[in-house]
């Protein structure tokens, strides 16, 4: 009964390959995110949808491409990797309640590049 | 999103409380203070949050000051699991993003 999840935990794979991560949330949120933490730690903001719009984009190079086929899903394709690719993604999710919007975030998905 | 400050590290003994401060001096009105936690590599965890009241719930107590230009989060019997990094963030709740800094490594000791 998870709440976000994401599959795969581990990602291994060549630089030049194309994968995608996986995002689910049984929470009945509207708002789905990606983040990204860099091997210094460092957590930042990729992408958002609502209702399957997307509604931010932040400066992420277009090889990275969000793709939400429904409001509980919310999956990241990433074309031609590069080893500064390598990095923890986690997939978020968020619904009003009360007053404020909070986010939930799920076990991340670390990518090697090798 | 207004930026927060944190120390970079603290330690509590086990049993003991952890209070962990943030300075916000530049917080909007309309910007509530959240505070999320990351055990390990694991993905962010949600604490507790907050706009002008003190705040409780089971895992933390959140105290602002009057004038919201600072707050603590409150552990109130630290344990081991309780070790992690811990973030202060400036958040309007409306679905935008959360932008996380640096943090405090709370290390909890026996």
Redesign the interface.
Known sequence: DTA?SQTPKYLVTQMGNDKSIKCEQNLGH??M?W?KQDSK?????MF?Y?NKEL??N?TVPNRFSPKSPDKAHLNLHINSLELGDSA?Y?C?S?G?AG??????????T?LTVL | DAKTTQPTSMDCAEGRAANLPCNHSTISGNE?V?WYR?IH??????II?GLKNNETNEMASLIITEDRKSSTLILPHATLRDTA?YYCIAYT????????G?GTRLQVTL
């Open positions: 976000v509207d708002t995110y983040y730690k460092f957590l930042k903001i958002s609502n509604i931010i932040e923890v986690f978020a968020s009003l007053r404020t919007d909070t986010q939930y975030f799920g076990p991340g670390r | 509530y959240y990351q590599s694991q993905g962010p965890q949600y949050h990094v709740g409306t679905a935008s993003k959360l932008t996380f640096t």
